[in-house]
Structures are given as C-alpha cells and as structure tokens.
C-alpha cells in the first residue's frame, strides 16, 4: 500500500516530469482514494478501461493517454462528463503520463519498443529531452522481413512505404503519432523509421528521404511503457496490478 501523493511524488521524479513541455497534465488527473493498494494500467482511459478498473476494484488507473489536452474545450460535458462522472462515483484516481512516459530508457514506450522488435538502441532523437531512439536490429534485413516481423511481435500488420535500401541495417523508432521526427530521423543516416501512426505528408517525406516508413500502430507501440511502469510501482510498493489492454487498430 502508498499514499496516493507519494505515489504521484515518485513517479514525477521517475520519470522527471517537470523536464517536459507537454499538451497535457503529467501525474495526477482526477483524485481518487487517498491510499492505493491495487492499480490498473492502459493506454487510454477510455471509458470501457474505466469500467474495467472499476469491476477489478482498483484505487488508481495508471494510464499513457488520459484527459485535458491542450485546447479542447475545458467544458464537462457529454464523453468527457461520463468517463469523470465514472472515476468519481468509484473512488478511483487517474494518474497519466504522457511524453515523460514515451522518453524514459528504461521503462519508456520506445526504451520496451526496442525490447519488444529485437532492436539495440545506440542513441536519441526527436524533441528536448528526446523522445525517440535510433538504432540496429540483430542483422540487416531486408524491408519484407521487417515488416513481417514487427507484424508478428506487435499483433498489427504496419502500413509500409518502401522507399529505402535493399537492406535495412540501421533504424530510427518513435512510438505513438511522430511522424514529424521523420525527416530527422532521416537525417541521421538510418534506413528505416518506425512510428505508430502517419499523416498523409510523411509519406512523400519518406520517399523524397529514401528511407522505408513502418506506421506500426499508435496504440500497438505503446502498450509496453505503461504496463513496465505499473509493475515497476507494483514491486516497489507492494501494489497489486494488472494491465488491461482495450483493443484499438489504431
């Protein structure tokens, strides 16, 4: 068991929250039971995880994406009224973290990416603290076989542009919507990018780059970061916890 404020305390150190300038609140959301004994993560609260929290009788829903993004309405009204009205009438606090949960190398969606695909990170990119890391895989391969792979480790056939060398030797990944570190990424010198989900211009971005552009999944890539991080509270404090993965083909 801990108290929810060293909890939040912890994780805000862990993760070195006040280094980021993010499009929402990191750490504590909407404040639940004072004391946490069994904690819940997912990616997103949606509602059908909150339900969920809330049948496993959860003290706090440790989540990537949570609520109050930058310019949305502040309004409490329809979506948003139903899931805050669900977390209130159960007593259950949302914790979020999103950009200091994408950048930590250790327990990071990119840093367990990286596990997960087979990749050696050898350095970072992308933002200030960084967020993405660029790397190599056991060996070069080529850009079917890749995809194929990621395929299969993350459950979600990627979109694929091929744009790049016969032989993929030296690859750049960041999990989520980061389409915007492509050509960056490219200009690090890798033959391939990894990133969950695309806009329309990155595809000509990658092409004109010359580099291969897997859109993996945004919610495939960032399952990993918070699951590590629930059990990693879960031995430091003794908690219970169980990762509940609500599908998204997104």
């Excluded at 801990?2 to 993010?22: H, I, N, P, T, W």
């Excluded at 959301?29 to 009788?57: D, F, K």
């Excluded at 070069?140 to 056939?157: C, D, K, M, N, T």
């Excluded at 969950?196 to 971005?205: F, I, K, N, R, T």
């Amino acid at each position: 068991m801990v108290q929810l404020r060293e909890l939040v305390e912890y994780v805000d150190g862990l993760l070195d929250s006040a280094s980021f300038q993010d499009g929402c609140p990191n750490g504590l959301q909407v404040e639940g039971r004072a004391e946490v004994r069994r904690l819940v993560s997912g990616v997103s609260a949606c509602q059908a995880l909150l339900e969920r929290a809330g049948e496993l009788e959860a003290d706090a829903l440790l989540v990537h994406h949570g609520y109050f993004w930058r310019g949305e309405s502040p309004v409490i009204t329809g979506v948003k009224r139903a899931r805050i009205a669900r977390l209130l009438h159960s007593g259950i606090s949302l914790l979020a973290w999103h950009l200091p949960l994408d950048a930590h190398p250790e327990l990071g969606n990119n840093a367990r990416l990286a596990r997960v695909l087979d990749l050696r990170p050898q350095g970072r990119f992308g933002g200030e603290p960084p967020l993405g890391m660029v790397g190599v895989p056991d060996a070069p391969v080529s850009a079917p076989r890749f995809a194929q792979h990621i395929a299969s480790r993350l459950g979600r056939e990627p979109l694929q542009i091929c744009a790049g060398p016969e032989r993929i030797a030296r690859v750049a990944w960041c999990s989520g919507a980061a389409h915007g570190y492509l050509e960056e990424a490219a200009g690090m010198g890798v033959d391939a990018y990894i990133t969950g989900e695309v806009s329309e211009p990155a595809v000509h971005v990658a092409r004109e780059c010359g580099i291969h552009l897997f859109a993996a999944g945004h919610h495939a890539t960032e399952r990993y970061g918070v699951e590590a991080l629930g059990g990693h509270l879960a031995r430091r404090f003794g908690l219970e916890h169980e990762f509940v993965d609500i599908d998204n083909p997104v």
